[in-house]
């Protein structure tokens, strides 16, 4: 059974940064693509960040420069460092595992909230 705990939200300043954790359990880490994604209220849920298994990287424009993606595969865990946070940014964040051959293809997290806000 695949398990994502999220960890290391909180509230922060504007220009402020944050580091998310997302551990990994229930799966081989190594061979899943890995992602964040967001949701703030009222919208729906956008990609922010995926890492593939090879360590290629992709953002949205939104964070493009300011966060950045990584996989520590030996601990199971991905993470998202946050920089120059904006009132924008706030929202919940989510982890996602992702496996085109294997079922099921996407496992999420449960969410961890990022308020950026003085």
């Known amino acids: 059974q695949v398990q994502l705990v999220e960890s290391g939200g909180g509230l922060v300043q504007p220009g402020g940064s944050l580091r998310l954790s997302c551990a990994a359990s229930?799966?081989?880490?190594?061979?899943?693509?890995m992602g964040w994604y967001r949701q703030a209220p009222g919208k729906q849920r956008e990609l922010v960040a995926t890492i593939t298994r090879g360590g290629r990287t992709n953002y949205s424009d939104s964070v493009k420069g300011r966060f950045t993606i990584s996989r520590d595969n030996a601990k199971s865990t991905v993470y998202l460092q946050m920089n120059s946070l904006t009132p924008e940014d706030t929202a919940v964040y989510y982890c996602?595992?992702?496996?085109?051959?294997?079922?099921?293809?996407?496992?999420w997290g449960q969410g961890t909230q990022v308020t950026v806000s003085s």
């Open positions: 996602n595992a992702h496996h085109v051959y294997l079922s099921p293809n996407d496992s």
């Open positions: 229930g799966i081989i880490f190594s061979i899943y693509a």
